[in-house]
């Protein structure tokens, strides 16, 4: 397996090939246990490896989903201890970390894209579709909730305009 898979170009200095070819290795065996355990039965490893190592060179080093360059220099530098000790802020950290993300439901032949960790993360088992809908909905709640702060704010500021330039009441005194 190492001979036949060069270190993608974008990787040149990044990482070595040793360890590119150990996070290929490794990657392979996780998504074709996984994808066994959900039934595939035709995933195959060799099939499996030149997907993945196809979606690495596709990638040109970016996200597929935002365009944003990974953190190829972050493979296999997680560490359990450190996570468990500082939670999340230890996984921010990581978000930008190249993960494999199914195209499709893993059931049939292998189809791969790289994207960050952090992406991948929010996708989950969502289907491309869904998880564009899935970010134009929170984008559209959030547009929302600024327009209606905005709004409030506005409103505020009119009521204290209005406030200061109101003669004073009359006292009572």
């Not at 974008?10 to 039934?39: C, M, P, Q, S």
């Not at 195209?103 to 894209?113: E, I, M």
């Not at 960050?116 to 993360?121: K, M, S, T």
Request: aromatic share 8%; hydrophobic share 35%.
């Amino acid at each position: 397996m190492a001979a036949s898979y060069q270190l993608p170009s974008f990787l040149d200095g990044v990482i070595e090939r040793d360890a590119y070819v150990r996070w290929l290795r490794r990657k392979t065996i996780t998504h074709l246990k996984r994808d066994r355990n959900r039934g595939n039965t035709v995933a195959d490893g060799a099939a499996y490896r030149i997907a993945i190592h196809e979606a690495v060179l596709r990638s040109n080093g970016v996200d597929e989903y935002t365009g944003s360059p990974l953190r190829w220099d972050l493979i296999s530098q997680y560490d359990n201890d450190k996570s468990a000790a500082n939670r999340r802020a230890y996984k921010r950290e990581f978000y930008g970390l190249p993960t494999i993300d199914h195209v499709g439901d893993g059931l049939g032949p292998p189809d791969f894209v790289i994207c960050a960790w952090q992406i991948n993360d929010a996708k989950h088992d969502q289907s491309y579709d869904e998880f564009i809908a899935m970010c134009r909905a929170v984008l559209n709640h959030h547009e929302k909730q600024i327009a209606n702060n905005n709004a409030v704010h506005a409103e505020d500021g009119i009521l204290s305009v209005q406030l200061e330039n109101q003669p004073a009441a009359p006292s009572d005194g």
